[in-house]
Structure formats: C-alpha cells, structure tokens
C-alpha cells in the first residue's frame, strides 16, 4: 500500500502541474516547464501521455537497479560526505544559467532572492535564530510546498483572474493514449538517461526527486541538439524531469533496505511501517526475511506498472479539468491551494508565505522573470551552506577535501562547463546574428 502511494504521488504530481501549473509535489516543479506551455498550445493529452510512460520507465527501471546492483550503489552513496554533497548542490544551482536562456541576469537575480529566503530558520551549525523576526513559525523556515504553490499556482490564479475576460479558451487536440512514434524515439533516450540520474540520486540520502528532476533537466538540456527549444512545450524536458523524479522511487529504498539509511522523508515513512512490524532494515533484512524482500520487489514493480494502465485509462478524465469555465476553476483552484498550505503545518504563517510569494510570482511573470530559479535556489540553497560548513569543520577549517576527492573534482568540472557554456553560446549566436543582419543590409 505505501509502495503504491509513494510511486503514485511521485507521478501524480505531474498531472497538475501539467494542467493547471500546480506541482502536485515538489518532484514536479521541473515538469512545469515544458508540460504547461505544452497544455497551453492545446496538446495537454500528448503531455500527460509522455509523463506517464516517462514515469512507467523511470520507476520500472529504478527497480531493476534495486533489484540487481543494491548493495554497489548503496557503497557508493556512502561516499558522499559533505564536500560531495556541496559539490552536487553548487551543480544543481548551475541549471539555474540554463534555465534563464538569454536572461541569464535575471534568472541569477531571482536565484538569489532563494538563497536570501532560503537563510530565513534556525542555522543547523550555531543553532542561531535568521531572520525570524520573533515568529517561532518560521524557526524552521520557510516551508517549501506553500512557497511553491504560491509562486505557480495563485500568481497564476491572479494572472487568469487578470486575464479570464479576454482570454480564448484553447481548443484541445485529438486525445491518444500512447505518445506517438515520433514522440517516443524523443523521449526513449532521454527517460533512459534521466532514469539512471534519479536513481543514482535517489541513494544518496537527503536528496530527493526534487533535485533529480532539476539535474535531470539540465543534462537533458546541455545534450540536446536544440535547446533552444527547452521550456516551450518540449517532449524530452517533460521526459527527463517525470524519468528523474520517478527514478528516485527505487534509489531511495536503496540505501533503506541495505543499510537502514531512509533515502528521503518518505522512505522515512516506509522505515517505521517496517519497524511496526518488528523488521530492522539492513544486511540481515536480505539474510532473515528473504520472502520480505522478493515481496517489496514485486509490489514495487507492480506500482510502476499499474501506474502506467491507470494513467493512460485516467487520461481523458484528468484533461476534462481544462474544459470548465474560469469563474469556477479558478476560485476552486485557490480554494485547493490554501488547504494544501495550511495541511502542511497547520499555521496561519504558511498560508501568509503563500499569498506572499504568490503576489511575488505575479510581478515576477509580469517583469518576464522566470520562477523556477527561486524554487531551486530554495531546495539546494541549505544543502549547500550546511554542507560547505560541514565539510569546513570536519577539515578544521581547510579546503583540502573539496580539490582531493575525485567525486567533488568531478561535479565541480561539470559545473563550471555548465556555468560557462551557455553565455557562450548566447554569445556566438548574438554575433552570428548581427552579422547575418549586416549582410542583409
């Protein structure tokens, strides 16, 4: 049943983030970016149908590494200490240059308004109170889902508030279950990749299908042939973001079953069912409940599988939320948003943020600044400090550790080609174009 639910939220996400540019859960705030504008320009079937196979794949795939090579990711997830953990966290915040496209001073200025908020909360090394003005709710911070919801879903319900008396509505395309061949040799490759991504991501605990997603995206974007293209309504973000963070789902039990180590807050979850029932995960899991582990094996992949029957089957019903009017869509929509904030933590302070990011999000899409950004400055923002300093202390203080392991070494070499890549880029087709409109001339 918690197999079930965890793979089916991870997916079901998607679904209104796709639709109505909700995430269903943080793992789908990078679906935002292709799956909306896709639904917009009236091919919101065909976005749902790549999401759902893209799904299918990652988790069905993520299961096999579960399966076979455990034990082998599980050691080498072990090996993130916190120089590697800084390192991956200071590469995820290096998609922030892709995503911008050609407003890279942008996309850097909303990054860094994540990072501001994201120092808001009890600092993990001093344990000193930062920025709460004296409110205990914002002890821990500033909760991720009501800042997200704010800054997706009610900045878009204040835009279609704005819009709705002029808006059109967009005429959906003809609804097929299965992506078309064209789409699928799109995706195929890039559901591989970002399968093998999340995984890999998922067995390091503290990660999640948040960050998979997001790192999924940027490779996906660094290796296409036209990545231009990203964030208009493209097949292969859809496909590496929902393989990612589908992908996670069989990394993070990884490390639970080998080595009794959750690899993200939900596998918590699944750690104390299994401690309920008198189990202690680890080595001995495999050696004295066999039949345990071959049974979670087959319910995992039958998840996956049942995953993919219902949402293709579901397809038409999800798509029927577009067809109702505005006057009713958007006062529901908000209404879901503010159960959804105050759920969390049952705190006025959460559904206050949410408001206020959502008025934040407003102005930000008016001004043409992309929001993405704040959300991933928010998610790997404390990652990156607590880590840098984690690594710092454990040192004494010296820098050693971030220029002699050769995992950090790594991330740090593909975060500088990522930060350096795409001005280039920016750079040579500026050029390129001035001198096509010369010869014009």
């Known amino acids: 049943m918690l197999l079930g639910i965890y793979c089916g939220a991870i997916y079901g996400g998607s679904i209104s983030a796709i639709l109505l540019k909700t995430p269903g859960t943080p793992a789908s705030a990078a679906t935002i970016l292709d799956g909306h504008p896709m639904a917009q320009r009236g091919e919101a079937g065909r976005a749902l149908g790549i999401s759902t196979v893209s799904s299918s794949i990652g988790g069905v795939i993520s299961g096999v590494f579960l399966i076979l090579i455990s034990p082998l990711l599980a050691k080498f997830a072990l090996k993130f200490g916190g120089d590697e953990y800084f390192a991956l966290a200071l590469f995820g915040l290096s998609i922030i240059v892709s995503m911008s496209g050609k407003q890279i001073m942008k996309g850097l200025s909303a990054a860094f308004l994540g990072l501001l908020v994201a120092t808001i909360g009890i600092d993990d090394v001093t344990s000193v109170a930062r920025f709460t003005f004296g409110c205990s709710d914002l002890l821990s911070g500033i909760s991720l889902i009501p800042a997200m919801i704010g800054l997706f879903a009610v900045s878009e319900v204040f835009l279609s508030m704005e819009r709705?008396?002029?808006?059109?509505?967009?005429?959906?395309?003809?609804?097929?279950?299965?992506?078309?061949?064209?789409?699928?040799?799109?995706?195929?490759?890039?559901?591989?990749?970002?399968?093998?991504?999340?995984?890999?991501?998922?067995?390091?605990?503290?990660?999640?299908?948040?960050?998979?997603?997001?790192?999924?995206?940027?490779?996906?974007?660094r290796t296409s042939r036209h990545p231009e293209q990203f964030g208009t309504g493209c097949v292969q973000g859809i496909a590496a973001s929902e393989s990612a963070n589908n992908g996670t789902t069989g990394g993070t039990l990884i490390p639970l079953l080998t080595l009794g180590v959750p690899g993200d807050s939900t596998t918590a979850v699944l750690l104390g069912a299994l401690t309920l029932q008198g189990l202690s995960c680890g080595p001995m899991l495999f050696t004295n409940h066999a039949d345990l582990i071959y049974s979670i094996y087959v319910g995992f992949m039958s998840a996956n599988v049942l995953l993919l029957i219902l949402g293709l089957l579901l397809m038409r019903v999800y798509i029927r939320v577009l067809s109702v009017h505005d006057y009713f869509i958007t006062p529901a929509i908000l209404i879901l948003c503010v159960v959804g904030a105050f759920a969390i933590n049952k705190s006025y302070v959460d559904l206050i943020s949410m408001f206020a990011f959502g008025v934040l999000g407003y102005f930000l899409t008016k001004l043409e600044v992309p929001l993405s950004p704040i959300v991933l400055a928010i998610i790997l923002g404390p990652l990156a400090e607590k880590n840098f300093r984690r690594a710092l202390m454990i040192s004494h203080g010296s820098f050693e550790p971030f220029y002699t392991s050769v995992i950090t070494m790594v991330l740090f070499a593909i975060t500088l080609i990522a930060l350096v890549v795409p001005p280039l880029v920016n750079l040579i087709q500026a050029k390129r174009a001035k001198k096509k409109n010369k010869a014009d001339t």
Do not use: C, H, M
């Open 164 to 221: 709705s008396a002029t808006r059109e509505k967009v005429e959906q395309k003809k609804i097929k279950l299965l992506p078309s061949k064209s789409d699928f040799r799109k995706l195929l490759p890039t559901a591989l990749r970002g399968s093998i991504i999340g995984t890999i991501i998922g067995t390091i605990p503290g990660t999640g299908g948040d960050i998979a997603a997001f790192v999924s995206y940027n490779v996906a974007q």
